[in-house]
């Protein structure tokens, strides 16, 4: 806990005087972002870091494995959901970008075999995402199978998202656009997966 306070302190000593204005802006008029980041709750992806954003320019919701589950309004609790309805049907965003990563320990679970059952949240959590597994039998590298299935986790929270229909009027309307993206922790790559190529280094 000491060195969060540290980094607190640090904060509070250079990066406040530098953007004490931007915060008493935000905590005037409000925050408008233009988007929301979708991703995965790992300590080594942070949106904010890899976009390189600032104080109110966009929303963040972090889960295993930056899933999306289906639209399913009913008395249990939906954290990812609430986020989603929040960013989409109050903020109004116009991008919602699904980031998921390499490495996902949440994909790995998920091809554990046998399957990690004594997980009490992960194990149904990461069950959204089971058809992955039959769709990768054919690959027999790990490695391989891995990436194939972090990619596939991010395409089957993008169907996902459009079940919800207050998001899939907004994308037909062309007020709201969509976007998968994976991101290699070991060499910083940034891969949009709709055209399948890195973005510029």
Same mark, same amino acid.
């Given at each position: 806990?000491e ?14 005087? !530098? #953007? ?7 905590? #005037?008029?409000? #925050?408008?972002?233009?988007?929301? $980041? ?9 949106? =904010? ?7 109110g320019?966009?929303?963040? $919701?972090?889960? *295993? ?10 008395? =249990? ?10 960013g989409?049907?109050?903020? !109004? $965003?116009q ?13 790995k ?22 058809? $992955? *597994? !039959?769709r ?6 790990? =490695? ?49 997966? #709709?055209?399948?190529? =890195?973005?510029?280094?």
């Open positions: 806990m060195k969060l306070l540290e980094g607190y302190r640090r904060f509070r000593d250079h990066v406040w005087p !530098e #953007q004490r204005r931007i915060f008493e802006t935000l905590a #005037q008029h409000g #925050q408008s972002p233009k988007a929301l $980041v979708l991703g995965c709750v790992d300590s080594r992806v942070d949106p =904010a870091r890899i976009f390189d954003t600032g104080p320019e966009v929303l963040t $919701v972090r889960n *295993v494995a930056a899933l999306v589950p289906p639209y399913e309004p009913d008395e =249990a609790y939906h954290g990812t959901s609430a986020a989603l309805e929040f989409v049907r109050v903020m !109004e $965003v991008h919602l970008i699904v980031l998921g990563h390499g490495m996902c320990g949440g994909v679970a998920l091809l554990a075999d046998p399957p990690h059952h004594e997980f009490e949240f992960i194990t149904p959590w990461m069950s959204l995402a089971k058809p $992955v *597994v !039959e990768s039998r054919h690959l027999t590298d790990h =490695a391989e199978r891995q990436r194939f299935c972090e990619h596939e986790v991010i395409k089957i929270s993008l169907a996902n998202l459009m079940t919800f229909p207050w998001i899939a009027e907004r994308v037909k309307a062309g007020r709201l656009a969509l976007h998968g993206a994976w991101f290699d922790i070991r060499i910083g790559e940034l891969m949009m997966l #709709q055209s399948g190529t =890195a973005v510029a280094k």
